[in-house]
């Protein structure tokens, strides 16, 4: 009874502080919207999209509840005094850590619940019962964090040094976990497997990816993997086979005469149903590896194999030039020709691909003319037209300035 009336003390005292609650509970709220305010239409009332998303915000809020609602808490409590008044003998001391324990515990479900709460009613969507049991594996987590992180607040440290302490590292674990979406190799990889936050997106555990999305970086002498995941929507119809390499390069060198090497010793593999991004500043060499895979280039050292036909793939420049006195219907109608598809059939493959979105999007260009749609435009119009009416084809590289994306099908 003496726990649980101390614990209703302390959590009342928490929410007396209008902008420390305000701050923890509303911040990461505002930021999830704001990374995914063009999404709200697309995933409005998609459950399973919206849990594979919010697993990380939920680590961010639990690390922080953990941190200033539980362990700087104890600090100020023995730098204030409080346990040297109040806390005489071990059942003293073993009170009042469980009644902070369940004070803050109670704090993490008001800010769970209200990010979740809120976040669901933006999209529109229910919680099912995959995301209670979600909201309870994050607050069990919690309880295991503060309890093990308890003896923290015996370190001979002032208040301040504390918060000072904590905001540091509450601010590095959310920069490397950030970083590792692009990132995780070497010292990133290592303190990650012990960064809280991305710990908790794992146990969190979001749902299994229906694409892999990998980055690779190519920056002259520096070949480096940036690996993070990417979903395609559920809607857009895709499905998948990833059993077949489509290309395989071992330890790829390569230079032009009398300069720097491109490639030194890459390896890569593309397997059916991924998407690849190639990163790199202009001559760093993504134009030059596409050119060794399409077999444009021979003079390079290591092995690649290349598991498709000239007739299999399917290349979209940086520049793309239409004809200004083209319309963009006449776009489609191009490439219903080249693939020998009637424009009936072309519709229904893009009725099984596609949602309203894209059909939304494409009756506003539909009859103007080329040279009134933006670049961006033709480009979302020509790639989206070729993904899903070049029947033959299983691989895609798709080109831009900065970034190239290499797209193999089933």
């Known amino acids: 009874m003496a726990t649980f009336k101390m614990s209703s003390i302390f959590f009342l005292e928490q929410i007396r502080m209008p902008f420390s609650l305000v701050w923890t509970i509303m911040s990461p709220t505002v930021l999830f919207f704001f990374?995914?305010?063009?999404?709200?239409?697309?995933?409005?009332?998609?459950?399973?999209?919206?849990?594979?998303?919010?697993?990380?915000?939920?680590?961010?809020?639990?690390?922080?509840?953990?941190?200033?609602?539980?362990?700087?808490?104890?600090t100020g409590r023995r730098e204030s005094g409080f346990i040297a008044t109040f806390v005489h003998d071990m059942s003293g001391r073993l009170l009042f850590i469980r009644s902070q324990l369940i004070a803050s515990l109670t704090m993490s479900v008001v800010y769970v619940c209200f990010f979740v709460g809120v976040v669901y009613a933006g999209f529109q969507a229910k919680p099912d019962t995959l995301t209670i049991i979600m909201v309870i594996k994050t607050l069990c987590i919690n309880a295991l964090m503060m309890i093990s992180m308890t003896a923290m607040s015996s370190l001979r440290i002032t208040f301040q040094?504390?918060?000072?302490?904590?905001?540091?590292?509450?601010?590095?674990?959310?920069v490397f976990g950030i970083v590792s979406l692009k990132y995780d190799h070497g010292f990133i990889n290592i303190f990650n497997q012990i960064n809280p936050i991305v710990v908790y997106s794992t146990l969190l555990g979001a749902e299994k990816k229906l694409i892999s999305f990998d980055i690779y970086l190519l920056w002259h002498d520096a070949n480096v993997k940036l690996g993070f995941?990417?979903?395609?929507?559920?809607?857009?119809?895709?499905?998948?086979?990833?059993?077949?390499?489509?290309?395989?390069?071992?330890?790829?060198?390569?230079?032009?005469?009398?300069?720097?090497?491109?490639?030194?010793?890459?390896?890569?593999?593309?397997?059916?149903?991924?998407?690849?991004?190639?990163?790199?500043?202009?001559?760093?060499?993504?134009?030059?590896?596409?050119?060794?895979?399409?077999?444009?280039?021979?003079?390079?050292?290591?092995?690649?194999?290349?598991?498709?036909?000239?007739?299999?793939?399917?290349?979209?420049?940086?520049?793309?030039?239409?004809?200004?006195?083209?319309?963009?219907?006449?776009?489609?109608?191009?490439?219903?020709?080249?693939?020998?598809?009637?424009?009936?059939?072309?519709?229904?493959?893009?009725?099984?691909?596609?949602?309203?979105?894209?059909?939304?999007?494409?009756?506003?260009?539909?009859?103007?003319?080329?040279?009134?749609?933006?670049y961006g435009e033709k480009r979302w119009l020509i790639i989206s037209l070729m993904l899903t009416l070049c029947k033959n084809a299983r691989f895609?590289?798709?080109?831009?300035r900065l970034l190239v994306l290499i797209y193999s099908t089933g």
């Open 35 to 74: 990374l995914h305010f063009n999404e709200i239409g697309i995933h409005a009332g998609d459950s399973s999209w919206i849990r594979g998303q919010v697993s990380w915000f939920l680590g961010y809020i639990s690390f922080s509840v953990v941190l200033f609602n539980y362990c700087l808490y104890l």
């Open 396 to 400: 895609f590289y798709l080109m831009s």
């Open 229 to 374: 995941s990417y979903d395609i929507p559920d809607r857009a119809g895709v499905e998948f086979s990833m059993k077949e390499s489509l290309i395989e390069i071992r330890d790829l060198k390569f230079s032009y005469k009398g300069q720097n090497p491109v490639f030194s010793n890459l390896s890569l593999e593309i397997e059916q149903g991924r998407l690849i991004g190639l990163l790199g500043e202009n001559g760093a060499g993504k134009t030059t590896l596409f050119n060794i895979i399409r077999g444009g280039v021979k003079n390079y050292q290591g092995s690649v194999k290349r598991h498709f036909s000239d007739a299999e793939m399917v290349c979209l420049p940086q520049i793309i030039n239409l004809s200004g006195t083209l319309k963009s219907e006449e776009v489609l109608d191009l490439v219903c020709c080249f693939n020998k598809i009637t424009k009936k059939h072309a519709w229904a493959l893009l009725n099984e691909k596609w949602n309203d979105e894209f059909f939304i999007r494409y009756e506003k260009i539909r009859h103007k003319r080329t040279y009134t749609v933006s």
């Open 161 to 174: 040094t504390a918060s000072t302490i904590y905001s540091v590292l509450i601010t590095v674990c959310m």
